[in-house]
């Protein structure tokens, strides 16, 4: 019997290091996979936006896991070629070491003579990690709000670009 119960309390114990060392690795892993393009891309951008429609300047936020926010200076402007328009909110994903692609979508607000719709915005990126700049190309395309902006067609509307630099705390 006492053997049985050492037995026992052995392989519990084996079987206990060994998940525990497999959960260390795991993170270990884990970390080491992550794509060092994560590390210079994350942070906060003051970017200037130009295009056909002009040029206004947005504030874009990359997160670490992958998701982005753009808030832009013409969001409320509302003139005959442009509707106001929302945040853009999205993901983002590491196409090399300094580059990324994305996608964005947000609703622009109906006016007295245009309705609502979604936005959705494409986009590739180059960071500079010296420097702390951002250069991209973008293109937008209009959904009705009965679409589905991820799945459905709809033609490129408008094309821009956008240069940023980075936000340094305490700067």
Known sequence: MKTRNAFATLTICVLSALTITDVVNM???SAHTKNDC???????YLTK?????GSSFGITTFTEDGNFVTSASAQSVSN????PFGNVQGRWKCTSGTEITATGLNFSYPT???PGNFTRSDFRATFDPKAGIVKATATLK??????NPLNDYAPVAVTFTFTGQRVKAGE
Not at 80 to 83: A, E, K, L, W
Not at 142 to 147: G, H, T, V, Y
Request: hydrophobic share 40%; net charge positive.
């Open 49 to 53: 936006l130009s295009g056909d429609f």
């Open 27 to 29: 993170h270990k892993v």
């Open 80 to 83: 005959p070629s442009f509707q």
């Open 142 to 147: 209009f959904f009705s709000l009965n679409a």
């Open 38 to 44: 994560r590390q210079l891309v994350t942070g906060t």
């Open 112 to 114: 007295t003579t245009l």
